[in-house]
């Protein structure tokens, strides 16, 4: 069974930034790629960023040059940081893990945490 746990969350101001920390843990043999989706309400879920390693990252156009993801493979670890939020980018926030367990492929989802943009 695997694991996977947001946090970082919260209420920031208009131009301000957060932190978004991810961990994954279980039965893991292998991680290819890790992201993070958000979904505000009454709209669709929107991928924001993914990363497979350093030199493999993509971002979604509305937040390319404000958004940052990276990943720490031995810790099973992934984080975004956010500068310039916007009320725009208030939403849920979903870690995505895209594993091996020793069995089977899987795309693990955690709970999510609430991101609000706000003065």
């Known amino acids: 069974q695997v694991h996977v746990v947001e946090s970082g969350g919260g209420l920031v101001q208009p131009g301000g930034s957060l932190r978004l920390s991810c961990a994954a843990s279980g039965k893991i043999f292998s991680i290819n790629r890790m992201g993070w989706s958000r979904q505000a309400p009454g709209k669709q879920r929107e991928l924001v960023a993914t990363?497979?390693?350093?030199?493999?990252?993509n971002y979604a156009d509305s937040v390319k040059g404000r958004v940052t993801i990276s990943r720490i493979s031995a810790d099973k670890t992934v984080y975004l940081k956010m500068n310039n939020l916007r009320p725009e980018d208030t939403a849920v926030y979903y870690c995505t893990v895209d594993l091996w367990t020793n069995v089977e492929h899987e795309v693990a989802w955690g709970q999510g945490t609430q991101v609000t943009v706000s003065s």
């Open positions: 990363i497979k390693s350093v030199a493999t990252t």
